[in-house]
C-alpha cells in the first residue's frame, strides 16, 4: 500500500513563508498529477494548487502570484511554496496523488499538515 507523507506544515505570522513537501512512498504505481487541498473549519475542501507530471499547473485564484508548486519526478515529491500567507490561508493542508499502472488508476492522500497564519 502507497503511503503519501507530508511535512512543512506550523504556526507562521502573517506575510511569512512556509514550503510543504509531499512524498508518495512504497508505490508500485505510476505518479501522475500531485495536488494540494485545503480544508479550513467549517468549510469544505478546497484545491489550492496541482502539478501534472508534464509540469502544467493550476492555482486556485486566492493564491495565484503568492503560492508556487513544483515537484521532483525522480523523488515522488511535489512542493508547496506559500509566501505572503493570511490569516485565510489558516486550514489542514493535505496532499493528493493520482496513481495508475495500466489503465487502472486511484488517488491516494495524505494524512494532512496544519498551517496556521497567525500574529
Known amino acids: 500500500q502507497e503511503q503519501l507523507v507530508e511535512s512543512g506544515g506550523g504556526l507562521v505570522q502573517p506575510g511569512g513563508s512556509l514550503r510543504l513537501s509531499c512524498t508518495v512512498s512504497?508505490?508500485?504505481?505510476?505518479?501522475?498529477?500531485m495536488g494540494w487541498y485545503r480544508q479550513a473549519p467549517g468549510k469544505q475542501r478546497e484545491l489550492v494548487a496541482s502539478?501534472?507530471?508534464?509540469?502544467?499547473?493550476f492555482y486556485e485564484d486566492s493564491v495565484k502570484g503568492r503560492f508556487a508548486i513544483c515537484r521532483d519526478n525522480a523523488k515522488n515529491t511535489a512542493y508547496l511554496q506559500m509566501s505572503s500567507l493570511k490569516p485565510d490561508d489558516t486550514a489542514v493542508y493535505y496532499c493528493?496523488?493520482?496513481?495508475?499502472?495500466?489503465?487502472?488508476?486511484?488517488?491516494?492522500w495524505g494524512q494532512g499538515t496544519q498551517v496556521t497564519v497567525s500574529s
Open positions: 493528493k496523488a493520482r496513481l495508475s499502472i495500466g489503465i487502472n488508476w486511484h488517488d491516494s
Open positions: 502539478i501534472a507530471n508534464d509540469g502544467t499547473t
Open positions: 512504497r508505490s508500485t504505481f505510476s505518479v501522475n498529477t
